[in-house]
């Protein structure tokens, strides 16, 4: 200081001023990460607007900008949740969740219902469904043998009353052999039940499946695409080298059997691979915002909005960007090899030998991998990376052009081109049955000549 050093007191003071600047300005908030003390200024272009006035919604809400926080977290600066919720409403979203995790609890207790009826738990917690054949259980799991009706061990059923037998059994029931009877208790069919019960129905049948059909592991989709430049870093591809090694003489790489595959011109393909990734994980998760969307629209407002038609346009171009960064593969591999879907920290070991968490390092999960259908699609991938980058670019656009409009609004479809959807689907319904009678008539015309 120009006038002697500050004092405690003023150093206090000059932080609560920080702090209360940041608490009064409508532009800037807190990250709400724990552990992070930053504050994040909202970009003037970024303010909130209302959101697009649909039937079944509340025209009032207003539709807030996700921040980055020089964390690393992204956060909403209306309600400050971590996460984006883009172009959900903050109070919308709030109710999107909070019904959500009903719907999610009461599958899950007629999933359990179900498997209670239709099933019996090894004592290691698998459940395992008999077709037919004996009561001679083996759990793929953990490798025991047991009964199927009594849930003991098989070896004790040698020893069993009225001699050993393979389709009887003479041993008491234990707890995995028992089955329950508990009936089946869905939600309520539309026509014969209450707002809030229709209500969760629609949730449960027409949001649900989409919203868990977009739903993706980013840590897990970041491993294996490490794993797979990793995999092309080792056969000398371009897509898994470095900026740096993409110039010059070929050295090692010129004499490999891809040395053809590698090329001068593939600058930055690695970074374009992670652009990619990117891109996929925001559409993934804008994608999954939209069925929250719909939930709070009607049927007839999700029939006339542009989005009905950009949601499945953004699904189709992000599948295909993921399959061709090689994580559709890389994950089936994944599974084929015994592991689950979870990234496994390092040091640490899964108690079950057959199904164990996927390895964080990326040379642990490449050594376990069937490398036969990983290794063609890279070298194809290497060579398609100007292909690869405009495919990302079309999976942003489509992703920005969804966000924007749920700023500005979205777009209505024009009643002519609803009418020629409603007449092809009709035509459609009405030339199935007719070409099915006449294929038939065909086949009775055909055996009549022959006879």
């Given at each position: 200081a120009?006038?002697?050093?500050v004092?405690?007191?003023?150093k206090?003071?000059?932080v609560?001023k920080?702090?209360?600047?940041?608490?009064?300005?409508?532009?800037?908030?807190w990250?709400?990460?724990?552990?992070?003390?930053?504050?994040?200024?909202?970009?003037?272009f970024?303010?909130a607007?209302p959101?697009?006035?649909?039937?079944?919604?509340?025209?009032?809400?207003?539709v807030f900008s996700?921040?980055t926080?020089g964390?690393?977290?992204q956060?909403?600066?209306?309600?400050?949740?971590l996460?984006?919720?883009?172009?959900?409403?903050?109070?919308?979203?709030?109710?999107?969740?909070?019904d959500?995790a009903?719907v999610?609890?009461?599958?899950?207790?007629?999933?359990q219902?179900?498997?209670?009826?239709?099933?019996?738990?090894?004592s290691?917690?698998?459940?395992?469904?008999?077709?037919?054949?004996c009561?001679h259980?083996?759990c793929?799991?953990?490798?025991?043998?047991?009964?199927y009706?009594?849930?003991?061990?098989?070896?004790?059923?040698?020893?069993?009353?009225?001699g050993?037998?393979y389709d009887?059994?003479?041993?008491?029931?234990?707890?995995?052999g028992?089955?329950?009877?508990?009936?089946?208790?869905p939600?309520a069919?539309?026509?014969?039940?209450?707002?809030r019960s229709?209500?969760?129905?629609r949730?449960?049948?027409?949001c649900?499946?989409?919203w868990?059909?977009?739903?993706r592991?980013?840590?897990?989709?970041?491993?294996?695409?490490?794993a797979?430049?990793?995999?092309?870093?080792?056969?000398g591809?371009a897509?898994?080298?470095d900026?740096?090694?993409?110039?010059?003489?070929g050295?090692?790489n010129?004499?490999?059997?891809?040395?053809a595959?590698?090329?001068?011109s593939?600058?930055?393909a690695?970074?374009?691979?992670?652009?990619?990734?990117n891109?996929?994980?925001?559409?993934?998760?804008?994608?999954?915002?939209?069925?929250?969307?719909?939930?709070h629209?009607?049927a007839?407002?999700?029939?006339s909005c542009?989005l009905?038609t950009w949601?499945?346009?953004?699904?189709?171009?992000?599948?295909a960007?993921?399959?061709?960064?090689?994580?559709n593969?890389?994950?089936?591999?994944?599974?084929?090899?015994?592991?689950?879907?979870?990234?496994?920290a390092?040091?640490s070991h899964?108690?079950?030998?057959?199904?164990?968490p996927i390895?964080?390092n990326?040379n642990?999960?490449l050594r376990?991998l069937d490398?036969?259908?990983?290794l063609?699609?890279?070298?194809?991938i290497?060579?398609?990376?100007?292909?690869l980058?405009?495919l990302?670019?079309?999976v942003s656009l489509?992703?920005?052009?969804?966000l924007d409009a749920g700023?500005t609004?979205?777009?209505?479809i024009?009643?002519?081109e609803?009418?020629?959807e409603?007449?092809?689907?009709?035509?459609?319904?009405?030339?199935?049955?007719i070409?099915?009678?006449?294929?038939?008539?065909?086949?009775a015309?055909?055996?009549?000549?022959?006879?």
């Amino acid at each position: 200081a120009i006038f002697g050093p500050v004092s405690v007191q003023q150093k206090k003071l000059d932080v609560l001023k920080t702090h209360k600047l940041v608490d009064v300005h409508s532009d800037m908030a807190w990250c709400p990460s724990p552990g992070c003390n930053r504050s994040v200024l909202l970009p003037n272009f970024r303010h909130a607007t209302p959101a697009g006035n649909r039937e079944g919604t509340a025209g009032s809400q207003r539709v807030f900008s996700t921040v980055t926080c020089g964390c690393g977290s992204q956060f909403c600066f209306g309600c400050k949740k971590l996460g984006s919720h883009e172009p959900v409403p903050c109070q919308a979203w709030s109710d999107w969740l909070t019904d959500l995790a009903e719907v999610e609890k009461h599958m899950e207790d007629e999933t359990q219902k179900w498997l209670a009826e239709n099933s019996k738990e090894c004592s290691c917690g698998t459940s395992i469904q008999r077709n037919g054949g004996c009561n001679h259980m083996i759990c793929t799991a953990c490798g025991r043998h047991f009964c199927y009706v009594c849930g003991q061990d098989w070896a004790l059923h040698r020893g069993q009353p009225g001699g050993f037998a393979y389709d009887r059994c003479s041993l008491p029931m234990t707890e995995g052999g028992r089955t329950r009877t508990t009936a089946l208790e869905p939600f309520a069919q539309p026509e014969e039940s209450s707002d809030r019960s229709r209500k969760l129905w629609r949730l449960e049948r027409k949001c649900v499946p989409g919203w868990r059909a977009n739903q993706r592991n980013p840590e897990l989709q970041r491993l294996l695409l490490r794993a797979f430049l990793q995999l092309c870093a080792q056969f000398g591809l371009a897509l898994g080298l470095d900026d740096s090694s993409s110039h010059g003489g070929g050295g090692d790489n010129a004499s490999g059997f891809f040395s053809a595959v590698s090329s001068t011109s593939s600058v930055g393909a690695r970074q374009v691979a992670w652009e990619a990734l990117n891109a996929c994980i925001q559409a993934r998760r804008c994608l999954q915002n939209c069925y929250a969307l719909k939930y709070h629209w009607s049927a007839l407002a999700w029939q006339s909005c542009r989005l009905r038609t950009w949601v499945p346009e953004l699904e189709g171009i992000a599948g295909a960007l993921e399959s061709a960064l090689g994580l559709n593969l890389m994950e089936t591999a994944a599974l084929d090899a015994g592991f689950a879907s979870v990234p496994m920290a390092t040091g640490s070991h899964s108690l079950n030998q057959k199904i164990r968490p996927i390895p964080s390092n990326p040379n642990d999960v490449l050594r376990s991998l069937d490398l036969r259908q990983l290794l063609p699609h890279a070298i194809v991938i290497s060579e398609s990376v100007g292909a690869l980058r405009q495919l990302a670019t079309a999976v942003s656009l489509q992703t920005v052009r969804i966000l924007d409009a749920g700023h500005t609004g979205f777009p209505e479809i024009p009643l002519p081109e609803l009418a020629m959807e409603h007449a092809a689907q009709i035509a459609k319904n009405h030339v199935r049955p007719i070409a099915a009678h006449v294929a038939s008539g065909l086949d009775a015309t055909q055996r009549c000549s022959v006879m």
